[in-house]
């Protein structure tokens, strides 16, 4: 996709951080944006920022943790919009924590979010672009946390190397339909996710925490910045969208996957 103007662009997870960037960028690049977000005054709000771009802008309160509240999200959509051109799964929560510290809520919590969600997403959207036949484009936003586990956010890592392999998939199945996947890797972002424990039910078994994760993020990118990235990546079809040169670290990962090759060999 070259040009965004007058295109249609759904972003979950729009109300902050990386989806508050990438709305952002959308709308400058022309696109009317659905913003969808399970914090209706934070959607509401950033529909109003785009709106001042001359835009459309539309809130929508949605849970991607729930299948119907997806489906409202599409239907809305395509009663508001006409249609749909470009889907941001974004939406994301965060807990640091080791396997002796995840509870099964803590597990359910994240991975509800972070790979339910986008799959539920993925699926509402991907069916609306296919029956279109205008082609398009989704971008699932993983995280480098998607090629590099680590013991502290086991959760964490594997929503997002779910994401990473749910998107690789959905990539192969779009291509024939002219529909581009690419999956947003980023690094530290300077951005609320810290703060998710604040989504979480008060009867939850609590181990994982959220607040570790400030330390790693706290001096990154700031979230505007990868709005204009995000866009970049569409317009090249890009397979992976990345934020931060981690090559030297997936190097050294790749290289001990491939090294017991040599047991077989
Ligand atoms: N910040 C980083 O350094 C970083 C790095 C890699 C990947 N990511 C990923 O980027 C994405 C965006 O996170 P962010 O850093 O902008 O954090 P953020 O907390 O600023 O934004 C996340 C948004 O998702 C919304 N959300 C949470 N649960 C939801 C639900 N069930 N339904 C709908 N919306 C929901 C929140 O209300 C919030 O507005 C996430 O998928 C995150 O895992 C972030």
Known sequence: MDDFKDKVAVVTGGG???GRGICHALAEAGANVVVADIDEESAGKVSEEIGGKGVRGVAVAT?????ESVTALASTT????GGVDVVCNNAGVYLGGEMADTTEDDWRFVL???????FRVGQAFSKILREQGRGGHIVNTASIGGFMSHGAAVAYAASKFGVVAYSEALRQDLAPH???VSTLCPGPIRT???GSDRLREPGEQKGGK???LWEFIREGMEPEEIGPIVLAGIRDNAAYIYTHDF???FSERFQRVLKDFDRVR
């Open 63 to 67: 849970d991607v943790t729930q299948t």
């Open 192 to 194: 609320s996710l810290a």
């Open 112 to 118: 509800s979010v972070n790979l339910d969600g986008v």
């Open 178 to 180: 002219g529909i581009g």
């Open 210 to 212: 959220s607040q570790a």
């Open 78 to 81: 395509l009663k508001e919009m």
């Open 16 to 18: 902050s951080g990386i």
């Open 247 to 249: 090559s030297d670290a």
